[in-house]
């Protein structure tokens, strides 16, 4: 494997070499609006064996195909239900990812052996011109490896792809910051398999349907293990009194992560203070964890938060990443 290029989003040369790259069948890191997504050609089964490979991925666990047009719907997925075209005209391009069964000629490697197919059209501005422009299908997993914290920059990207991947292309910090809402329109009632920027009542508002979101499912997302977006340090999620109360003696193999203003106070270069708007903290959380991750922190402690619908993935993501066994 090559050297790993770090490209710009910006240049319009580096654009271009993307796509030349990708059309090549090579492995390169795109940003997405929510997190960063190690990608190659959808149905290039030799290159999306590489993304396998990189990440160190189970090859039973399906890849999201990125699509440039709604149209991409027909050309993966058969049998389409009516609500798939509902939410799809609603929410793309956007942080929804459809799972659907797979069209016929579509290759097994990029579904993890499976009949269904998770199909999503981002709205990242650069993404979608590539998509687009080249008019291939991008197989993408978040760009980290299996099991750790998704990677929502470019910074973060390098640190455990070099070597193992052919480009990154930076778009700066992703705009959202967390995985998109996984959903399984075919089911009635329909199901919501991951939680995330799109809620489940945003989703019942725009089908007019009830929609739920099962506390367990059997369905092949690796995100639905136990443990997962896990960084090195042990993370561990710490009320507000009691943060009150140990902040201002806190240990230095200890770091913490907190979003209230009443602990502000504390601030230290340890201690990294998050919006309390979900949405701006969603956006720093990856990202805050992955600074806070350094040698010599043995522990991360992290406010809780809030428990209403809007909080959800965040809550969803925050149970696994410190969830130990
Ligand atoms: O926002 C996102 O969804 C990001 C960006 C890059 O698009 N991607 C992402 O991919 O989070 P990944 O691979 O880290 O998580 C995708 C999840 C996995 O848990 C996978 O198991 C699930 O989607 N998935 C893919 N195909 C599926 C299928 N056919 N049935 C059920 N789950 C599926
Ligand atoms: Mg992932």
Redesign the pocket.
């Known amino acids: 494997m090559p050297e790993t290029l770090r490209l710009d989003a910006s240049n319009q040369g580096h654009v271009c070499q993307v796509k030349t790259l990708l059309l090549a069948g090579k492995l390169v890191a795109i940003p997405?609006e929510?997190?960063y997504?190690l990608a190659a050609n959808a149905a290039d089964v030799e290159a999306v064996e590489g993304i396998y490979r990189a990440k160190g991925r189970p090859e039973n666990?399906?890849?999201?195909v990125?699509i440039g047009d709604i149209a991409g719907l027909d050309e993966w997925a058969k049998d389409i239900p009516d609500t798939a075209f509902q939410l799809a005209r609603q929410f793309w391009p956007g942080?929804l990812?459809l799972?659907l069964k797979k069209n016929d000629g579509v290759n097994t490697t990029v579904?993890g052996g499976?009949e269904?197919?998770?199909l999503?059209m981002?709205s990242q501005p650069v993404l979608l011109d590539i998509l687009k422009d080249t008019g291939l299908a991008l197989a993408?997993?978040?760009a980290n490896p299996y099991g750790q914290l998704?990677a929502t920059s470019a910074v973060q990207v390098m640190e455990t792809m070099v070597g193992k991947i052919h480009a990154v292309l930076d778009a700066g910090q992703c705009e959202i910051g967390l995985?998109?809402t996984?959903v399984d329109p075919t089911t009635t009632p329909v199901r919501i398999?991951?939680s995330g920027p799109i809620t489940a009542t945003q989703l019942q508002n725009a089908l007019g349907t009830p929609v739920v979101t099962p506390p367990e499912h059997n369905?092949?997302?690796?995100?639905?293990v136990k443990a997962h977006y896990q960084p090195r340090a042990r993370l561990k999620l710490v009320d507000k009194p009691t943060l009150l109360e140990c902040l201002p003696n806190i240990e230095k193999n200890i770091g913490a992560l907190v979003y209230s203003p009443e602990l502000a106070g504390f601030a230290s270069e340890r201690l990294i203070i998050l919006a309390e708007d979900k949405s701006a903290y969603a956006k720093q959380l990856y990202y805050s964890i992955y600074k806070l991750d350094q040698p010599g922190i043995d522990e991360i402690w992290l406010e809780k938060p809030p428990e209403e619908e809007e909080w959800m993935d965040v809550n969803d993501r925050l149970r696994r990443a410190t969830y130990h066994s």
């Open positions: 997405t929510t997190v997504g666990h399906p890849l999201i990125h942080p990812t799972i579904t499976m269904t197919i998770a999503r981002p993408a997993p978040s998704s995985e998109s996984i398999l991951r369905e092949a997302v690796s995100g639905n």
